[in-house]
């Protein structure tokens, strides 16, 4: 009877297990790319194929354009319209090769019916003939919008802006509220917030349409209002903002100009947008590289960006070298400890470049104190301290094991060498964990982006320091002691 238990109990069990692996596997998505292919070279009547398009999101409409040819994409054109054109362009990567393609005038009508911050970047991307004749056909209030956005410098928050957006006076009534939410909405879908201006049209705060659709009548439209909802100036930089936009799950934030005026917003699509091209900027900084690098990037373009870090760090190198040399008695008579130089080297290197990636993402905190940072900086010099503690315990541990058993050295001797190392990798992880986070500290205090204190140039200072201490402590502790003749 027991024997019958268990059996059924396996059983269960392995039916369990089978269920769950199942349920595990992932099913397969669809993909709306190849159905917006097939559906697009079909040979269906053009209303049967409007219908099935109108499914589909603009984003795989606009991955489907590259994969179709001239005709079939004119074709295209025709059927969806100006107005869905215009959403779907917004999500092109590059949208200037299908402009080309379109009449002016077409092209025009479309760009003008895109948010405004869409729109120069699709302007942006045209050759500065096209893009002239295409402005000059555009309608004065939308020409007017790109203008403005064009006006900013390419740092400077209201560059990223669009000035899709609704306002009411705060005198209105919640009936007249209604009213004009209505008819902004047909040129202004972003109206999830509608922002309310004083008697002097400038910003007064902010209202949630859901709370305006629900207020009865008699409500007064000022008790509805947020007086103390977030902002930005036109002309602060995107540095400065990108902390305090990403703080708020706001749909959009208005950006005012030193008279509080509205002139625009930034959605949270924008606030994404930035985030991702600032990641991107400080990474290729954190690579050396001035800006992002292109996939078509012109060859003399990447050269310029590339070039100038590598002759500096060229020249850094060619200091670590010769400073190795300083010690070439050390390595002639003492040749084992140079097997572990690219431990150590590799080790100060790894603590200086993770230093540097914490410091430039703590400093991107305007608000930060001096003396905050200099807290910070003696943070990192205690994880220095006991990372260096316990790797360089481990690396003496196990290279007195290797120079005593492997290489036939004396015990004595082998775990001197190995207490070498060890000293060497604590003091050397010590020293770049300080320089990791005080270069960049000084050069934001110099005015200079701490992301120019790129992983290479960390890197290589740190090489400068390992190798000095190295060598140092082996001439010091091993040849000068006597302990290695």
């Keep these: 009877m027991g024997n019958e238990f268990e059996k059924d109990e396996k059983l269960n069990n392995e039916e369990l297990e089978n269920q769950v692996e199942v349920t595990e596997e992932m099913p397969e998505k669809e993909d709306y790319e190849q159905e917006l292919a097939r559906i697009i070279k079909s040979d269906a009547p053009d209303t049967v194929k409007l219908e099935q398009i109108d499914d589909y999101h603009e984003n795989d409409i606009a991955a489907v354009l590259e994969d179709l040819g001239v005709e079939e994409r004119k074709e295209l054109y025709h059927l969806l319209g100006i107005e869905r054109l215009s959403e779907i362009f917004a999500y092109l990567e590059d949208p200037g090769e299908f402009v080309e393609e379109l009449d002016p005038e077409i092209a025009a009508d479309i760009i003008e019916l895109m948010d405004s911050d869409e729109a120069v970047d699709v302007l942006e991307e045209l050759d500065e003939e096209k893009r002239d004749e295409i402005v000059d056909l555009m309608e ?109 799950s706001e749909d959009s934030i208005p950006v005012l100009d030193n008279d509080k005026h509205i002139l625009g917003v ?17 990474y290729a900084r954190f690579a050396g590289l001035s800006e992002e690098e292109d996939l078509n990037e012109p060859l003399l373009k990447s050269l310029k960006k590339r070039t100038p870090w590598l002759i500096v760090l060229l020249f850094l190198g060619l200091i670590v070298a010769s400073v190795t040399g300083m010690y070439e008695k050390v390595i002639h008579d003492l040749t084992v400890i140079v097997f572990f130089q690219s431990v ?21 905190d305007e608000e930060l104190t001096f003396g905050q940072q200099m807290g910070f900086v003696w943070k990192e010099l205690r994880v220095g301290f006991c990372n260096g503690l316990i790797v360089g315990l481990i690396s003496s541990l196990i290279t007195g094991c290797y120079i005593h058993f492997i290489k036939g050295y004396p015990f004595e001797q082998a775990f001197a060498i190995s207490a070498c190392i060890g000293m060497a990798l604590w003091v050397a992880m010590v020293i770049s964990s300080f320089v990791g986070a005080m270069v960049p500290i000084i050069f934001s205090k110099l005015k200079i982006d701490p992301a120019v204190a790129s992983g290479p140039l960390i890197s290589t200072m740190n090489d400068l320091v390992a190798v000095v201490t190295y060598y140092s402590l082996s001439m010091v502790i091993l040849l000068q002691s006597g302990i290695i003749k």
């Excluded at 972003?190 to 709370?211: C, E, K, P, Q």
């Excluded at 080297?345 to 990636?357: E, I, K, P, R, Y």
């Design 140 to 248: 004065d209030e939308a020409r007017e919008d790109v203008d403005l956005i064009q006006s900013y410098d390419e740092d400077e928050i209201g560059s990223k802006m669009t000035t899709n957006f609704v306002s009411i006076p705060l005198h209105y009534t919640i009936k007249e509220a209604m009213k004009s939410v209505v008819s902004q909405a047909a040129d202004n879908d972003n109206i999830s917030t509608i922002y309310v201006l004083d008697d002097d049209g400038a910003f007064y705060g902010a209202i949630d349409l859901t709370d305006l659709i629900i207020a009865r009548s008699e409500v007064p439209l000022e008790t509805l209002v947020t007086t103390s909802y977030p902002y930005v100036f036109d002309h602060e930089t995107i540095d400065e903002t990108i902390e305090d936009l990403k703080d708020y």
């Design 344 to 364: 150590i080297l590799g080790m100060s290197g790894n603590v200086g470049t993770q230093t540097l990636g914490v410091t430039i993402r703590v400093l991107m």
């Design 266 to 282: 930034i959605t949270s699509q924008d606030i994404v947008e930035v985030v991702d091209e600032e990641m991107g900027e400080d």
